[in-house]
T-cell receptor, first 111, second 115 residues
Framework: QKEVEQNSGPLSVPEGAIASLNCTYS??????FFWYRQYSGKSPELIMF????GDKEDGRFTAQLNKASQYVSLLIRDSQPSDSATYLC???????????FGSGTQLTVLP | KAGVTQTPRYLIKTRGQQVTLSCSPI?????VSWYQQTPGQGLQFLFE???????NKGNFPGRFSGRQFSNSRSEMNVSTLELGDSALYLC??????????????FGEGSRLTVL
């Protein structure tokens, strides 16, 4: 059974700090990797996707992928209170619409 | 541009009943996926429809079914409801073109409570 593991947290960081969110996956055939953000009572929204080993940066967000270690991470630089949410790691082995989600990490950025 | 619309937003049913949930994707999106979200199991993939055909199916019993219409609107049906079916059911639409990231745009969900 394909699994995606995340530390459930909660993770608290002070405003302006770097938040580091981690995710491991079990299926070596996984091809696409996504980070979604879900505010309380809202639906998930895509923040980043990454397909190749290495880093991918988009503004304050950096996704890192290491397929050999089956590890994906998300770094949030200059964290803001508005970043407080649950971050979901998702993995796809085929169709990018059939995702296996982790349980999510709850992040709180303290003002 | 209108987002993904799901109806109803909230509903309460009793065990043994059936329920139909509706999803209207973003205009131009041809793929509709359904996910179940519960506190214990998180987000789990139910199925995906594209051009009125089910393309992928998750590990759910046959009581869970769906369909897609020619205008890309989709419905999912759960028959013989069980207490464990209480969840937030999320619909997501996607362009689903070759080379597309497959970004999923989620609706606000239909929250089902089974008593």
């Amino acid at each position: 059974q394909k699994e995606v593991e995340q530390n459930s947290g909660p993770l608290s960081v002070p405003e302006g700090a770097i938040a580091s969110l981690n995710c491991t996956y079990s299926d070596r055939g996984s091809q696409s990797f996504f980070w979604y953000r879900q505010y309380s009572g809202k639906s998930p929204e895509l923040i980043m996707f990454i397909y190749s080993n290495g880093d991918k940066e988009d503004g304050r967000f950096t996704a890192q992928l290491n397929k050999a270690s089956q590890y994906v991470s998300l770094l949030i630089r200059d964290s803001q209170p508005s970043d407080s949410a649950t971050y979901l790691c998702a993995v796809s082995s085929g169709s990018a619409r059939q995702l296996t989600f982790g349980s999510g990490t709850q992040l709180t950025v303290l003002p | 541009k209108a987002g993904v619309t799901q109806t109803p937003r909230y509903l309460i049913k009793t065990r043994g009943q059936q329920v139909t949930l509706s999803c209207s994707p973003i205009s131009g999106h041809r793929s509709v996926s359904w996910y179940q979200q519960t506190p214990g199991q998180g987000l789990q993939f139910l199925f995906e429809y594209f051009s009125e055909t089910q393309r992928n199916k998750g590990n759910f019993p046959g009581r869970f079914s769906g369909r897609q219409f020619s205008n890309s609107r989709s419905e999912m049906n759960v028959s013989t409801l069980e207490l464990g079916d209480s969840a937030l059911y999320l619909c997501a639409s996607s362009l689903a073109r070759t080379g597309n990231t497959g970004e999923l745009f989620f609706g606000e969900g239909s929250r089902l409570t089974v008593l």
